[in-house]
């Protein structure tokens, strides 16, 4: 088993592009191969120590899931086995996707929903991420200032997500312990 655990939920795939290019930029040696939520246990997630969890916003501000007019189960339905899992001595970095203009009110909220989950079972979370040159109204994700996660918007801003990730990766790497 590599170092860190990468999964996520998505609805048109652009999640699943952002977890598989993280899994790129380290390699199979230091990240396991991404895994969407729906195809996964609550024990395969406790099994890693350090985790990235990545999620898109739906709607009014929902993680992806049935409720949110999905075609597939993700995060909405798998939250009942992810608050049974113990987070302490864990390391959990978060991603977001979200659309600033189209949902200026609600922008990246489903981050704050997996933040409280591993916060409040006892995981430690990196990687927060500054608000600045983003043109939201609120974001229910942003803590004094940033944002718990990285905050990505493939609708808008898709031509800012590569030098954006590979910030925020060199920012949790030695959190992490992965190769800088």
């Not at 409720?67 to 995060?75: H, N, P, Q, V």
């Not at 590979?166 to 992965?178: F, T, Y």
Request: net charge negative; charged share 25%; with cysteine.
């Amino acid at each position: 088993m590599a170092h860190v655990g990468v999964f996520f939920g998505t609805t048109s795939g652009n999640t699943r592009k952002i977890a598989k290019m993280i899994q790129k930029r380290f390699g199979e040696d230091w990240i396991d191969k991404p895994k969407n939520v729906n195809r996964v246990t609550a024990e395969e997630i406790a099994a890693y120590d350090r985790l990235i969890l990545g999620t898109p916003t739906m709607g009014s501000g929902q993680l992806p899931g049935l409720s949110a007019d999905c075609e597939e189960e993700s995060w909405e339905e798998f939250l009942p086995e992810l608050e049974e899992i113990d987070f302490s001595g864990k390391t959990v970095a978060l991603f977001g996707l979200g659309d600033q203009v189209g949902y200026p009110d609600e922008f990246v909220d489903g981050l704050m929903e997996l933040y409280e989950v591993v916060t409040e079972r006892g995981g430690r979370v990196v990687g927060a991420w500054p608000a600045q040159g983003y043109t939201f109204q609120q974001s229910q994700a942003l803590v004094d200032g940033h944002f718990v996660g990285l905050a990505l918007d493939q609708d808008n801003q898709g031509e800012q997500t590569e030098a954006r990730l590979e910030a925020w990766l060199r920012q949790i790497a030695p959190e992490m312990g992965l190769p800088l």
